[in-house]
């Protein structure tokens, strides 16, 4: 059964720094993995989806890198922002037709 | 190229009664599933439907139902509403199959169970 642990849990960094949240999984026989953005009492927003063929996607600032044989993910933000704090989600994906498995997320806090 | 489109946005409801929340999928997505959010959980997969038949169940009751319709949007039905049912429930669509996209998702519906 596929697991997803994200770390830490919480995150509070001053405005301008870069940062890198954390993302691992049981099973290494993934199909994609994706990476959402999900603000206080909202739904979720896609940031990066990683095909299970590559190693890394980029937008923005936002960089999210994939190594399927250690089971690991992260998601690398650059210059962070007010605007960036929310819940980060990481999601991974057996297969084409197998549901989204997620951690329960990073709570980032960017302070002005 | 409309999104994922969810209502109500919010619900109360008491224990033992019954909710239906409706859930669009986007434009050329044939697949939708559902989760559940508890508060400062990650969403737990309720189930799939493709073809109008589910396709792919999470561990949830037989009293979570659900419909799918010929124009791919679905119904999410939850009978004998209890306290633990409240939740943030999310509707996604995708391709058969996964896509080059993943999974879009819906702004969700805050069920609250009194």
């Known amino acids: 059964k596929q697991e997803v642990t994200q770390i830490p849990a919480a995150l509070s960094v001053p405005e301008g720094e870069n940062l890198v949240l954390n993302c691992s999984f049981t099973?290494?026989?993934?199909?994609?993995l994706q990476w959402f953005r999900q603000d206080p009492g909202k739904g979720l927003t896609s940031l990066l989806l990683i095909q299970s063929s590559q190693r890394e996607q980029t937008s923005g600032r936002l960089n999210a890198s994939l190594d399927k044989s250690s089971g690991r993910s992260t998601l690398y933000i650059a210059a962070s922002q007010p605007g960036d704090s929310a819940t980060y989600l990481c999601a991974v994906r057996n297969s084409g037709n197998t549901p989204l498995v997620f951690g329960k997320g990073t709570r980032l806090s960017v302070i002005a | 190229e409309t999104g994922v489109t969810q209502s109500p946005t919010h619900l109360i409801k008491t224990r033992g009664q019954q909710v239906t929340l409706r859930c669009s999928s986007q434009s050329g997505h044939n697949t939708v599933s559902w989760y559940q959010q508890a508060l400062g959980q990650g969403p737990q997969f309720i189930f799939q439907?493709?073809?109008?038949?589910e396709n792919g169940r999470g561990n949830f009751p037989p009293r979570f139902s659900g419909l799918q319709f010929p124009n791919y949007s679905s119904e999410l039905n939850v009978n004998a509403l209890e306290l633990d049912d409240s939740a943030l429930y999310l509707c996604?669509?995708?391709?058969w199959g996964g896509g080059i996209g993943g999974y879009t998702f819906g702004s969700g519906t805050r069920l609250t169970v009194v």
């Open positions: 439907y493709y073809r109008e038949e």
């Open positions: 099973d290494s026989a993934i199909y994609n």
């Open positions: 996604a669509s995708s391709p």
